[in-house]
Structure formats: structure tokens, C-alpha cells
């Protein structure tokens, strides 16, 4: 079996789990999670409008619940009326996740993730791995083994790329019939229209189909139906419209890579509600570094998965404690992202001494490359420099002291085509631009590469070349990603059975995790799809 492995060291960002209050644009509004009696329903909406509000999200599909959007007056009136149970302000969860970007080309691959639990042992994957046979590419899966099929995993996420052609097979594309699925926009097309990508790669990681390019999903049979509830920030209001429709769409599995701290009342029963309607509920731990409970994942109905490394170590930003359930693969996993959305970059040096680095594209770096082009060292680049002294050079800057946005911009406004900024300790990074977007390629490199660099251009005139390039697949890593390997790995049991209940799924993945330490660090275990198949059938 020809297993390519892929990872890399990429540094992770924890991402604050903040909870404020989810306002509305324009006319005071703020928007209201609101539960309430059945018979008073009716009478409830009514309130509502007459006190210059309005219904942004029926919920009754499922629970007792709406959100609303309504006035500083308006919320007075309707919590005086008695009509509503419990009024909670509307918030945020946020993604768990920070992706980079890097090139895939033919032949197909499994990624680390989708080996290292088994996935490929499920589906029998073939000798000929991605390799095309008189033009016609060569099935990675068996017929006839278990790959999902028939199954289908709701993604609440950030939307998705119904194009990507590792996944456009495998997405179940209901658009056409209305029904609102994009619970930011308020339509039904839940399209990635923002580019995060992130909910392209969870959808990846899940059901990426068996074809000549890219990867391999968990489950590459199963079908995705997206629900977009996320940008970076999740609002309350649309993951809970989101899990409502998930389950009137008749979903056998949801994926949740967000999170944040403590559980809301509505959320809470939404959650519950999906779960006795045979749901099966999958959520990302967190990347806090913290045992602080994260929520959804830390509901009792909810599988709470936090992620490790390809060595099985627990990853430095996963959330761990008591209330995790299982563990899977979360760090530099490559997936699919938006087609065009990946950043990588590349740096050759062309003379004195023709060689090539492993570079990083930052966020906010231009799309743009620059060839053959002097090379000018220019130290820290944290005061402004001599107007024109790089025009038509490409910086070579070293990291420390002021941020990369500083040196970026310090080099181009002396006239820098093409910036690169080396690590002042041993490994390379990944680093951010903030707010502000350069004009060239701006890219970093590890401090051995960047020394070297630096050496050269000591000894006399050096050129190179500098790009970052769009591309269509990441390396992605969080506990955002280690969640979906268990979405697909669920999904993998419920084609076996699916009569299976939600709460007998759970005791399946969780019996067959395979043992890694402490509970409190890795709950039950790395998920085995292997193991877990085996004890459905």
C-alpha cells in the first residue's frame, strides 16, 4: 500500500473564545434568543412586531424557540408581556482553526490524518494509489467496502465550495428548493461568499472524493449537506438555525468545529432536540490550551474531540479535561480549502548559488511573484527606510521587535518589489500581516534559509526568485480538523448500521478509541474507524 504521508510544523494561533453580545447594523437593533410556551407562540410573534421587531429565525421546526431582532424598548415590552420562557443576547463562538496554504499536484493522496485512524483500512485503498492507467485514474477505493455511502454529515461551518472538484461529487447541493441554509446572508446558498475556506476544508476531511487529485476524506462515500452559520465569528442565532435545519434536511451526522464558553439555554436545546432526533453530534474541543469546558462540545450528547500530532503527542493548543471524549488528528492535516483561497509561496535563489527554500506566504501577502530580482539585507526594518534605496529590490529582513505589518511596509515604501522576513530562532513560521495587505509577495523563511541568504548577499550581488501563490488545498490544523475525523469515522459506522442511535454511536467510537495516555488529556483515545466498523457490523 503506497501511503504518502504529509505534514509540516505549523505554529498555531489559540483563538480567543470571547462571548459579546451579537448587535445588529442600524436602527438600535440587537438580535435575541427567545424561548417559549407553545400555546403562546402566536401571540409572542405578534408582540414582537408590534414593538417594531422581527423573527430573523423561526427555530419551531424543532425546538420552542426563535430569534428576534428587536429595540432597546421593543425587548422591554416582550420580556414584560409573559410570553417568553427565557430571553438570552445573541453571541459568538469562534472557529478553531488557523490554516496555511501549500500546493498539491497529481498523484492523489491519504493524508497523515485519514491513515493514522484507519480510514483507508476501511475502504481498502489499492496498490495504485492516484496513479492514472492509460489516462483513466485508478479507483483508491475498493467496491463494495464500507465508504459511507448513503450517509449523510451536515457541516455547520462557513459555508462551502460547491466547485472544488475534490469534493463538488460528494455535496449535497439543495439550493434550488429556498429553504434558507446561509444563516448569515439569509439565503439559501450556502456558498463560502466571504472565501474563508474553512468549512471547505471540514467538508475535506470528512468526504473528499476518490479521484486522480488532492486527498482522501474519512468517509469519501458520504454526502455533505452545508449549513453556513460562520465567518471567523459564529453567531448563536445561526448555529441554532443551522442544527434546526440540519435536522429537517434529515442528517445522520453534524459537524461542529467552533466553540466558546459556557452553554446558552436555547443552544442547549437544540443541541438535545437534534440528539433525540437521531443526530449523531461531533464538536471541536478548542484551541485554548485550557481544561476549561468548551461548548458545543462539552454537551453530555455531543462527541468533544481534541486533536494530536502525527506522533501522537497531544497538540500544544487542544483543549483537554474530563469532559473530551476522544481524540484525532489535528495538526498540518491537508485538506481542500476554496479554490484560489490557499497561500503558498516559494523562494528560489537564482545567483550566485542556485538553490530553493521552504517558504510561508503571509496572511494579507499580495498573490505575486517577482523573478530573478536583487536581494538587499536590511536587518530589522523597524524605522522607516531611505526612500528608493530598495526600488525594484526584494527585502531580506530579520524577525524581532516591531510587527511583520512594520517591516513589510517600511521595506515597500522604500520601493521594495518582494519582502522576506527570516525567524531569529531555529525553525520557520507563520506570520500574519494584520490589517494591512502588501503590494508584492511578502513570505518567511526559517533562520538557517534566511542566514544563508544573508551570507550570500554579504558576499557580493545576489538575485532570487519570490512568490506566493493561490492554490486550492491547506494544510490546516486545529481541533476544528480533528473533529471532522471523527465526523467521518461516524459516518463510516452509521453506513453499517443505520439504525444505530446516536448515543450507541458515541459508546462505539468511544470503546474502540485506541488508548494514548492520560484520560484527562485524550479522553478515550485516538478514533479508530477500523475498530469501530468492526464493532457495528
Known amino acids: 500500500m503506497k501511503i504518502a504521508r504529509l505534514a509540516a510544523a505549523v505554529a498555531l494561533s489559540a483563538v480567543a473564545l470571547t462571548m459579546p453580545a451579537f448587535a445588529q447594523n442600524g436602527q438600535g437593533m440587537s438580535r435575541y434568543l427567545i424561548q417559549y410556551q407553545p400555546a403562546n407562540e402566536q401571540a409572542l410573534k405578534e408582540a414582537i412586531a408590534l414593538n417594531g421587531g422581527s423573527v430573523a429565525f ?25 410570553l417568553a420562557t427565557r ?9 478553531h482553526a488557523l490554516p496555511a496554504g501549500f500546493p498539491i499536484a497529481f498523484p492523489e493522496f491519504v493524508g497523515w490524518g485519514v491513515d493514522r485512524v484507519q480510514g483507508d483500512v476501511v475502504w481498502s485503498v489499492g496498490p495504485n494509489l492516484g496513479v492514472a492507467d492509460n489516462g483513466v485514474a485508478a479507483p483508491d477505493v475498493a467496491a463494495g467496502s464500507v465508504t459511507g455511502a448513503g450517509v449523510v454529515v451536515g457541516v455547520l461551518d462557513s459555508g462551502i465550495d460547491y466547485n472544488h ?36 476544508s471540514t467538508s475535506s476531511v470528512i468526504a473528499s472524493v476518490d479521484n486522480s487529485v488532492g486527498v482522501i476524506g474519512v468517509a469519501p462515500g458520504a454526502k455533505i449537506s452545508p449549513y453556513r452559520v460562520c465567518n471567523v465569528n459564529c453567531p448563536l442565532s445561526a448555529i441554532i438555525g443551522g442544527l434546526v435545519q440540519a435536522v429537517v434536511d434529515g442528517v445522520d451526522v453534524i459537524n461542529m468545529s467552533f466553540g466558546g464558553p459556557a452553554g446558552f439555554n436555547l443552544e442547549a436545546s437544540a443541541i438535545q432536540a437534534a440528539n433525540a432526533a437521531g443526530v449523531v453530534l ?17 454537551y453530555d450528547t455531543v462527541l468533544a474531540v481534541g486533536a494530536t500530532a502525527i506522533n501522537d503527542a497531544a497538540a500544544s493548543f487542544t483543549n483537554t479535561g474530563g469532559w473530551v471524549d476522544v481524540t484525532g488528528p489535528g495538526v498540518a492535516i491537508p485538506a481542500a480549502t476554496c479554490q484560489g483561497c490557499g497561500l503558498a509561496a516559494f523562494v528560489n535563489e537564482v545567483t550566485p548559488t542556485p538553490q530553493s527554500f521552504q517558504a510561508n506566504g503571509m496572511t494579507g501577502s499580495a498573490v505575486a511573484t517577482v523573478l530573478n530580482t536583487e536581494i538587499l ?3 530589522l526594518a523597524c524605522i522607516a527606510l531611505p526612500a528608493g534605496s530598495l526600488a ?19 521595506a515597500e515604501g522604500a520601493g521594495a518589489v518582494g519582502s522576506i522576513v527570516f525567524n531569529n530562532a531555529a525553525g520557520n513560521f507563520f506570520g500574519t500581516l494584520g490589517a494591512f ?18 551570507g550570500e548577499i554579504a558576499g557580493g550581488t545576489t538575485s532570487v526568485d519570490v512568490g ?46 485506541e488508548p494514548l495516555g492520560a484520560q484527562v488529556i485524550f479522553g478515550a483515545g485516538m478514533v479508530r474507524a477500523d475498530n469501530a466498523v468492526n464493532a457495528a457490523q
Open 58 to 82: 423561526d427555530y419551531s421546526a424543532l425546538i420552542n424557540g426563535l430569534a428576534a431582532d428587536l429595540s432597546p424598548d421593543g425587548i422591554k415590552a416582550v420580556r414584560t408581556s409573559g
Open 87 to 95: 430571553i438570552e443576547d445573541d453571541a459568538v463562538r469562534t472557529l
Open 165 to 200: 472538484p475534490d469534493l463538488a461529487a460528494n455535496i449535497l447541493d439543495l439550493r434550488a428548493d429556498g429553504v434558507i441554509r446561509d444563516f448569515l446572508d439569509g439565503d439559501a446558498d450556502p456558498t463560502d461568499s466571504a472565501n474563508n475556506g474553512h468549512g471547505t
Open 282 to 298: 461531533v464538536a471541536s474541543a478548542g484551541n485554548d490550551a485550557s481544561q476549561k469546558p468548551s461548548f458545543p462540545a462539552a
Open 377 to 379: 539585507d536590511v536587518g
Open 392 to 410: 525594484g529590490k526584494v527585502a531580506l529582513i530579520v524577525r524581532g521587535t516591531c510587527t511583520f505589518a512594520t517591516k513589510v511596509g517600511n
Open 437 to 454: 495587505t502588501s503590494a508584492g509577495p511578502a513570505v518567511s523563511l526559517s533562520q538557517a534559509d534566511g542566514q544563508t541568504l544573508a
Open 468 to 513: 506566493v501563490v493561490a492554490v486550492d488545498y491547506g494544510l490546516v490544523s486545529g481541533t476544528s480538523f480533528s473533529g471532522p475525523h471523527v465526523a467521518g469515522v461516524a459516518a463510516l459506522v452509521k453506513s453499517v448500521d443505520p439504525t444505530l442511535s446516536p448515543i450507541e454511536v458515541r459508546k462505539i467510537i468511544e470503546t474502540t478509541a
